[in-house]
């Protein structure tokens, strides 16, 4: 199990940030790229291109929470894990 973890690829725990629009406001996401792959495999899955996954799942947990403090990023980050246990046969 160990080795899973410490011997990952650099290139996968290195973050990058992406400019996006959300709700029509410019900002940026900072993610390991692979929670980027996840959600470009995740995007291409739904049908759209990951800014139009992002600005969804934005609108959809802010519909879903009371809280204004919501961690977008750490959003992001959970809901990849969640999705790729719920769907093994992604490809990313």
Not at 9 to 26: C, L, P
Request: glycine share 4%; aromatic share 8%; with cysteine.
């Amino acid at each position: 199990m160990c080795q899973i973890i410490s011997n990952q690829h650099k290139e996968d725990y290195t973050s990058t940030t992406r400019a996006v629009r959300i709700m029509g406001h410019a900002t940026s996401v900072r993610l390991e790229n692979y929670f980027w792959r996840i959600l470009d495999a995740v995007a291409v899955t739904e049908g759209m291109k990951t800014p139009q996954l992002l600005n969804r799942l934005y609108e959809e947990a802010c519909e879903a929470s009371t809280r204004d403090d919501m961690n977008f990023s750490s959003l992001l980050r959970v809901g990849c894990l969640k999705y790729c246990k719920h769907n093994a046969q992604l490809q990313f």
